[in-house]
């Protein structure tokens, strides 16, 4: 099994940054791939980023131009680098591992004021 710990969120103003992070223990050698969602107040989970291995990261559009995705792979934690955040990105974020032992981390709260 594979416990992923989020950390990182809080309340920022618009254009602001914030760094998500996710630490993963347990069996990580079965974690093929790493994502990260969001789910804001009455709207569905969705897609933010995810890394393969060590490749690049895949970013959706809506947010490709502010957020990156990155690894320190010694400590088995991957971070969601948020810049420039706006109101539209208040949801809770949670990180998910993909994989032989896929998991899913608790949610960290990301609220942006206007």
């Known amino acids: 099994q594979v416990q992923l710990v989020e950390s990182g969120g809080g309340l920022v103003r618009a254009g602001g940054s914030l760094r998500l992070s996710c630490a993963a223990s347990?069996?990580?050698?079965?974690?093929?791939?790493m994502a990260w969602y969001r789910q804001a107040p009455g709207k569905q989970r969705e897609l933010v980023a995810s890394r393969t291995g060590g490749g690049s990261p895949a970013i959706s559009d809506s947010v490709k131009e502010r957020f990156t995705m990155t690894r320190i792979r010694s400590k088995n934690t991957w971070y969601l680098q948020m810049n420039n955040l706006k109101s539209e990105d208040t949801a809770v974020y949670y990180c998910r591992s993909i994989g032989a032992a896929s998991s899913w981390g608790q949610g960290t709260q990301v609220t942006v004021s206007s």
């Open positions: 347990g069996s990580t050698d079965k974690i093929h791939a």
